[in-house]
């Protein structure tokens, strides 16, 4: 469902991506993991043209976006990238929910507005939505007056509205109490389960092994390994997968 | 800590020797000072212009003018020197008063309500109104003919008064005496009523314009001295008499075209000295009946603010969005827009709005131009603090709103903008009120708002004091509750977050 070919791209002077390939298939659930600074993030935003990128393609459905679309877009290209914005919805670590907006009109803002669906149906729908993460009794609230794990739940719930075929999730739990990281990635499981297409940047790996297809470990800009849950946790080939797991591994021990 | 001390006993130090050094203001009659000075020091106003006191047109630092030739030649009978005082017309009496000169002298004509408030010589010259129209003109050939008509003339005078007396006539009052001739050839006034020798100045050798009439209305230009200066004035009389007398006061009104036989009038004055006695109405007329004219002026400065206003932030709004969102060269241009604008005088813009622009063709009405010189102004003002208010709008707004498929333009609208509204609302606020204030420089352009409709009153009555405090008073009955309003909506606003 996603193809990502031959990606490059530079920070500044920084080559960060030196051609990555990457493949995702319809109701895979793919787990990224590595070091903060690694490149899972900026990956990540890539896909859903939050970031430029100065070669390669990157496929979305049947949707293609060059790089020459995304650094000096025209207005196909603008097109382009929103198309594909509307195929995959997107949760930020830092939720950014709208703070002048209720969490229904939160939610309902994009229907409405990028899909011309109307108020009643849309409030329905978010409605609906919202019993399923048990927050219908918040759909009047302000952002402000919940929690970090409501305010990312709705941030889920908003994405969810527009009725994506993929899910990009930027370290979702990475800004919330510990207490608080477990409501959400039960939200996250529940959508896996339902076979949502689901990409996941996170340093939760007890969750990655829980819910992942594939893991993909990336180091520095490079992708350092894939494979199944079982054969990264337990047995990475790479030397440099091997440092980092240890790493997190010990941590989460501790 | 020490270094502090010595600087702040060091200031100290030259703030004694400085007013230890300035010349207190010894006891003693005007005349023994201006002696022991060694100069008269005479008020006027040298942008009042020809051909009255004037720069030089070949040496600019120099001062000319038949009043420049009447103040030395006093001064010689004096014993001194002459040295000019610079001070607005408007306010060479309570200057004098304030005893900043010995004595004022710039056309000042004669009045009661002027004498009430401070001693005048025998007149120096008997001057009279002037009625110019464009040379075109047929129906108007004297004042009557005003009714219904746009008549221009300077703030303060006579001619205001007796273009106030005739009724029906629409007074646009100007505070610079070439303004109004301007107009008048641009079609913005119908005519120009000022004393005779501003109009042989300005008005007769343009060839747009001709005399309408004979002059009306005729008066005694005399030099203003203070109430308790009476010795002085005698002294001075006596001066004017003996160069009547000999004759150089016609050399000096012959060398600038200002001789004419109603001069000959000059010579009954010396027999008898009173000056001509009216009605000294408006000293005494109560508080409550200037009401009227400065509410009007209070509403036509609520009018124009308001109206500014709503232009600047409309403007402002797309100069900032250009700015920040915009393609070159359209942010380019709005960055050019807002420096240019903040880095000049409002003043001078307004000079070009309304005086400048008729020369390539753009006559605009005096409400029209301040409506649009004063908006786009504020206008640069507005943008900045719209910049300052996107910017401080987290960048993970407007990738949540992307991120969901909204274009850049419907996130802006939706989601940037309600918020940097927010946070740019105190600042906006603060500029409507500085608005305001800043819309009594629109009286240059000839609007009478509340500041101009006061600066006439006062000059008239020459009550500054209760005046000023009622005029105060309604600037500030009308800022206040707008600083309340949008105390209120910010509130309103934060709860809602």
Known sequence: MIKVRNLHKYYGGHHLFKGINLEIEKGEVVVFIGPSGSGKSTFLRCINGLEYFQKGEIDVGDIELHSINRLMPDKKGIETIRRIRLKVGMVFQQFNLFPHMTVLENIIEAPQRALGIGRDKAAEDAVTLLKRINLEKKVNSYPEELSGGEQQRVAIARALAMKPEAMLFDEPTSSLDPEMVGEVLSVIKELVDEGMTTLIATHEMDFAKEVADRVVVFDKGDIIETGTPEEIFTNPKTERAKIFLSRILKRSIM | ?497
Do not use: C
């Open chain 2, 1 to 497: 800590m020490k270094t502090i001390l010595r600087l702040l006993s060091l200031i100290l130090g030259l703030i004694i020797i400085f007013l230890w050094t300035v010349p207190s203001q010894t006891s003693g009659t005007a005349l023994e000072k201006i002696k022991k000075r060694g100069h008269l020091l005479w008020g006027s106003d040298a942008e009042g212009g020809a051909p009255y006191v004037f720069p030089d047109p070949k040496d600019p630092s120099r001062l000319i003018g038949f009043e420049v030739d009447i103040a030395e030649a006093i001064a010689r009978e004096l014993g001194v020197k002459a040295k000019q005082s610079q001070n607005a017309w408007d306010s060479l009496i309570p200057a004098l008063e304030r005893g900043d000169f010995d004595m004022a002298m710039n056309g000042i004509e004669i009045t009661p309500q002027r004498e009430a408030k401070v001693i005048f010589s025998i007149p120096y010259y008997i001057y009279t109104e002037q009625l110019v129209v464009r040379k075109e003109e047929t129906f108007i050939k004297d004042i009557y003919g005003l009714k219904g008509k746009k008549a221009g003339t300077l703030s303060g005078t006579v001619a205001q008064d007796i273009l106030m007396s005739i009724g029906g006539v629409d007074v646009k009052i100007y505070s610079g005496q070439v303004e109004p001739y301007e107009d008048l050839a641009l079609g913005r006034l119908d005519a120009v009523l000022l004393d005779l020798p501003i109009a042989a100045y300005y008005a007769k050798p343009n060839p747009k314009l001709k005399y309408a009439g004979s002059p009306v209305g005729e008066g005694f230009y005399g030099i203003a001295i203070k109430k308790d200066d009476k010795e002085f004035k005698q002294e001075t009389d006596r001066i004017l008499a003996k160069l009547l007398r000999t004759g150089e006061f016609k050399k000096i009104y012959e060398k600038w075209n200002m001789w004419n036989e109603t001069q000959a009038k000059l010579f009954e004055t010396i027999k008898d000295s009173g000056s001509y006695v009216g009605l000294d109405e408006s000293k005494k007329a109560p508080l409550y009946t200037f009401l009227p004219n400065l509410l009007k002026g209070a509403g036509i400065t609520i009018l124009i603010s308001v109206v500014s206003m709503a232009l600047a932030i409309i403007l402002g709004l797309v100069l900032a969005i250009l700015r920040l969102y915009g393609r070159p060269p359209l942010n380019a241009l709005a960055t050019a827009y807002i420096e240019i604008y903040r880095g000049t005088p409002l003043l001078i813009q307004l000079y070009i709005i309304y005086y400048g622009l008729p020369n390539i063709g753009i006559s605009l009405s005096p409400l029209t131009a301040a409506f649009i010189g004063l908006g786009m102004n504020y206008a640069a003002y507005e943008a900045e603090l719209y910049r300052a208010g996107i910017n401080a709008v987290p960048k993970g707004q407007m990738e949540a709103a992307l991120s969901l498929g909204m274009t850049q333009s419907l996130a802006v609208k939706r989601i940037i903008l309600p918020q940097a509204f927010r946070i740019a609302l105190p600042g906006v606020t603060n500029d409507f009120i500085a608005l305001f204030k800043d819309s009594s420089l629109v009286s240059v352009i000839a609007m009478v708002e509340l500041t101009k409709t006061y600066s006439i009153l006062a000059a008239t009555t020459l009550r500054f004091f209760e005046l000023g405090l009622i005029v105060a008073l309604l600037y500030f009955a009308m800022s206040y509750p707008l600083s309340l309003f949008a105390r209120r909506l910010e509130k309103k606003l934060s709860n809602k977050k």
